[in-house]
């Protein structure tokens, strides 16, 4: 019986920490409740990415972000093939850290996103000898991200970023292709709500 009123107690602590984190949450200043949602595109040196971008607000300060898109890109001689063109759909997920408690201005952040890409690839070019192949990859590429937020008219947002980070092959069906250190710039239009 000392068990089970001890559960009790705990569960009833746990209940009432929640409530309070959720009236926490809910007193919150309407800039910490914010919601970005817009088109984001990233370039790096052989590529682009290009996506839906979702992002809200946590907490003065703090926010979660998040996109869903597709990867495009051309290794051209930079791989580990002569030749490595491909694409794949992808997801990222991430966390801003805003030094303004309205959420626009500088911040900094990191990321993880996760592609799953299709590669052509092809040696010897031109020759007798050319062999080509395709290789079916999931990347892991963790991502350290600065930028800036501007508000215009109260609700339009745009974002320059600059990101470095590194590309991992964690799955890879076929040759071995490109993976290694990666640097991105790009920009974020969306809407606040």
Same mark, same amino acid.
């Given at each position: 019986?000392?068990?089970?009123?001890?559960?009790?107690?705990?569960?009833?602590?746990? +209940?009432? %920490?929640?409530?309070?984190?959720?009236?926490?949450?809910? &007193?919150?200043?309407?800039?910490?409740?914010? #919601? @970005? *949602? /817009?088109?984001?595109?990233?370039?790096?040196?052989?590529?682009?990415?290009?996506?839906?971008?979702?992002? +809200?607000? %946590?907490?003065?300060?703090?926010?979660?972000?998040?996109? &869903?898109?597709?990867?495009?890109?051309?290794? #051209? @001689? *930079? /791989?580990?093939?002569?030749?490595?063109?491909?694409?794949?759909?992808?997801?990222?997920?991430?966390?801003?850290?805003?030094?303004?408690?309205?959420?626009?201005?500088?911040?900094?952040?990191?990321?993880?996103?996760?592609?799953?890409?299709?590669?052509?690839?092809?040696?010897?070019?031109?020759?007798?000898?050319?062999?080509?192949?395709?290789?079916?990859?999931?990347?892991?590429?963790?991502?350290?991200?600065?930028?800036?937020?501007?508000?215009?008219?109260?609700?339009?947002?745009?974002?320059?970023?600059?990101?470095?980070?590194?590309?991992?092959?964690?799955?890879?069906?076929?040759?071995?292709?490109?993976?290694?250190?990666?640097?991105?710039?790009?920009?974020?239009?969306?809407?606040?709500?």
């Amino acid at each position: 019986m000392f068990i089970v009123n001890a559960l009790k107690d705990r569960c009833k602590l746990l +209940f009432f %920490l929640f409530f309070c984190s959720m009236s926490g949450i809910n &007193a919150q200043e309407p800039s910490d409740r914010f #919601r @970005d *949602l /817009g088109l984001e595109i990233q370039q790096y040196p052989t590529g682009f990415l290009l996506g839906g971008h979702f992002e +809200f607000g %946590l907490g003065q300060h703090h926010a979660l972000a998040f996109r &869903a898109g597709v990867n495009i890109f051309d290794h #051209r @001689d *930079l /791989g580990v093939q002569e030749e490595e063109k491909g694409s794949g759909p992808g997801f990222t997920v991430g966390y801003n850290y805003y030094f303004n408690p309205t959420h626009q201005g500088w911040f900094l952040g990191i990321r993880n996103d996760f592609w799953f890409n299709s590669v052509d690839w092809r040696n010897n070019l031109g020759s007798a000898s050319e062999t080509s192949g395709n290789t079916q990859i999931v990347v892991m590429q963790p991502t350290a991200i600065a930028g800036h937020l501007f508000i215009l008219n109260n609700q339009w947002v745009v974002t320059p970023t600059l990101a470095f980070g590194y590309e991992i092959n964690v799955v890879e069906e076929g040759e071995d292709v490109g993976e290694g250190a990666i640097l991105l710039w790009g920009v974020n239009l969306g809407y606040r709500f």
